[in-house]
Nanobody, 125 residues
Framework: QVQLVESGGGLVQPGDSLRLSCAISGGTFSSYPMGWFRQAPGKERECVSSISWSAGMTFYADSVKGRFTISRDNAKNTVYLQMNSLKPEDTAVYYC??????????????????WGQGTQVTVSS
């Protein structure tokens, strides 16, 4: 019943910015810790950022610290990932994930219950 839909991916050049959005329906969004994962071809899916239900705790992978910002708007049932200073190494399919409950931010794939279909981000010159 819970569904997540990502949007905002695309083809950009190094140094450009994108903002990914994830809309959630069918559940109580304000109670869900949220995460953004990415998976490049031939590599494991990794957590790049996550945020607690209260937005008081966040996580960023070392590779994106200072460049990416996660935020949530509970009134719109939406979580965002602002991606600045994009690098070719950021190229991947980006997935939005929701956890059914929990008071913290989470970083492991198995800690999440619901997933979006993914949106492609390609960074090349």
């Amino acid at each position: 019943q819970v569904q997540l839909v990502e949007s905002g991916g695309g083809l950009v050049q190094p140094g450009d910015s994108l903002r990914l959005s994830c809309a959630i329906s069918g559940g109580t969004f304000s109670s869900y810790p949220m995460g953004w994962f990415r998976q490049a071809p031939g590599k494991e899916r990794e957590c790049v950022s996550s945020i607690s239900w209260s937005a008081g705790m966040t996580f960023y992978a070392d590779s994106v610290k200072g460049r990416f910002t996660i935020s949530r708007d509970n009134a719109k049932n939406t979580v965002y990932l602002q991606m600045n200073s994009l690098k070719p190494e950021d190229t991947a399919v980006y997935y939005c994930a929701a956890r059914d409950g929990g008071a913290y931010h989470y970083t492991k794939r198995w800690e999440y219950d619901y997933w979006g279909q993914g949106t492609q981000v390609t960074v090349s010159s």
